[in-house]
């Protein structure tokens, strides 16, 4: 039986969400994501979604907007009740929906992620998607409360914090796909937030010695 057109884009999401995470966004070819979709048009992406980049977008959103409906309701909560430049509590409106999301659903949606952290092409359609709006703006408020910082070094610490994140996520993907020991979701959520408020708060500069011990 045809699929309908829904379930063919669907179908496409899906195999597209993975074959970017398994071989990267400007890797993976439309003919294989089409074939992987189960469709016998080799053109069907074009046909859905236009080229590469309506793909890409397409993957993002359609993900994306569950996830912000949580990030929303939490800025504006911080917001009414004055807590609005409060790191831990924006660190957890950035962190904590896509942690709920991912490890409630399956999918390749976190190692997606991971391969459109180091992808200009991937970074350049997604942050200029209506649905990146609530993670920039999360950005632009933390980096406000790194005055400490030079300026490039405030948006490299927030740049790091957002690698730790999204690669620890991606990570618990793989091992429940894998099969290995993993976190519990609420461990993952309590754990990658430490650690990220932790990145953000670090020092600046680390004193350290060390003593190279001659051969004899």
Partial sequence: MARSGEEAR??????????????????????????????????????HFGDREG?????????????NEM??????????????D???????????????????????????????????????????????VPVIEIVRRLVALLPELEPR??????????THYIGTVANWEWARDRGERRMSPSDLRDDVLATSVGILRAPTRMQFEFTLKEKS
């Fill in 10 to 47: 669907t179908a496409l999401l899906d195999a597209a969400e993975r074959l970017f995470a398994l071989q990267g966004v400007e890797t993976a070819s439309l003919r294989d994501i089409s074939l992987a979709a189960g469709q016998r048009n080799n053109s069907a992406v074009q046909y």
């Fill in 55 to 67: 793909l890409v977008a397409a993957v993002f959103t359609r993900r994306m907007d569950a996830i």
């Fill in 71 to 84: 990030r929303r309701a939490m800025i504006a909560d911080l917001d009414k009740t004055h807590r609005g």
């Fill in 86 to 132: 409060d790191m831990t509590g924006l660190a957890a409106a950035l962190m904590v929906p896509l942690i709920e999301y991912v490890t409630s659903h399956d999918g390749w949606y976190g190692r997606f992620l991971v391969r459109t952290q180091f992808d200009h092409f991937a970074q350049t359609v997604k942050n200029a998607l209506p649905v990146s």
């Fill in 153 to 162: 070094a405030r948006q490299t610490r927030v740049e790091q914090m957002m």
